[in-house]
T-cell receptor, first 113, second 113 residues
Framework: KAGVTQTPRYLIKTRGQQVTLSCSPI?????VSWYQQTPGQGLQFLFE???????NKGNFPGRFSGRQFSNSRSEMNVSTLELGDSALYLC????????????FGPGTRLTVT | GNSVTQMEGPVTLSEEAFLTINCTYT??????LFWYVQYPGEGLQLLLK?????DKGSNKGFEATYRKETTSFHLEKGSVQVSDSAVYFC????????????FGSGTKLNVKP
């Protein structure tokens, strides 16, 4: 089975721009979660989608949004980028039913200048 | 609420030494527990899991036992190798809140030849 794929792997954007990151889950997985990883804050949960519905949300501003398509692929969007948004963004997929487990992609490294 | 606490790193060991990385958790229900490993420049890989009290997860020589009485899930390995050098994350999933995961801050392991 192919693993979780994320595109692009690296991205450089300028403050004020917006960005869209993409995640393709493992075949058959219906849940996709997004995380932000930074050296200072560690792994922080952004949101989780299950069958195209946002089921869980972390404590991030509204500039961070996401969606999930009928084929379970997911996108994450960040508008009005700030320097502090520079991070590794990780996507994880899972069955979305007990016993819950998640499988991570390699991440997208976003640098905001 | 739910939270995971890991021992501070980095942990530096010589090859073939015994490894313990402590992990304790706080949960309102009966979570599933996980250990993930992250190698430089990569996403997180699921190392092992346990879904109920007294379960032992094991993989690649690593083990962890779900101890409800001490709310712990310590990671152990009898003989570490240089290739085990990575960051290890303890995590729990809240069964009552679908797929929401809580991660510890990570423990960096350095193994010297």
């Amino acid at each position: 089975k192919a693993g979780v794929t994320q595109t692009p792997r690296y991205l450089i954007k300028t403050r004020g721009q917006q960005v869209t990151l993409s995640c393709s889950p493992i075949s058959g997985h219906r849940s996709v979660s997004w995380y932000q990883q930074t050296p200072g804050q560690g792994l922080q949960f952004l949101f989780e989608y299950f069958s195209e519905t946002q089921r869980n949300k972390g404590n991030f501003p509204g500039r961070f949004s996401g969606r999930q398509f009928s084929n379970s692929r997911s996108e994450m969007n960040v508008s009005t980028l700030e320097l502090g948004d520079s991070a590794l963004y990780l996507c994880a997929s899972g069955p979305g039913t007990p016993p819950y487990e998640q499988y991570f992609g390699p991440g997208t490294r976003l640098t905001v200048t | 609420g739910n939270s995971v606490t890991q021992m501070e790193g980095p942990v530096t060991l010589s090859e073939e030494a015994f490894l313990t990385i402590n992990c304790t958790y706080t949960a309102t229900g009966y979570p599933s527990l996980f250990w993930y490993v992250q190698y430089p420049g990569e996403g997180l890989q699921l190392l092992l899991k346990a879904t109920k009290a007294d379960d032992k997860g094991s993989n690649k020589g690593f083990e962890a036992t779900y101890r409800k009485e001490t709310t712990s899930f310590h990671l152990e390995k009898g003989s570490v190798q240089v290739s085990d050098s990575a960051v290890y994350f303890c995590a729990l999933s809240d069964k009552d809140n679908f797929n929401k995961f809580y991660f510890g801050s990570g423990t960096k392991l350095n193994v010297k030849p």
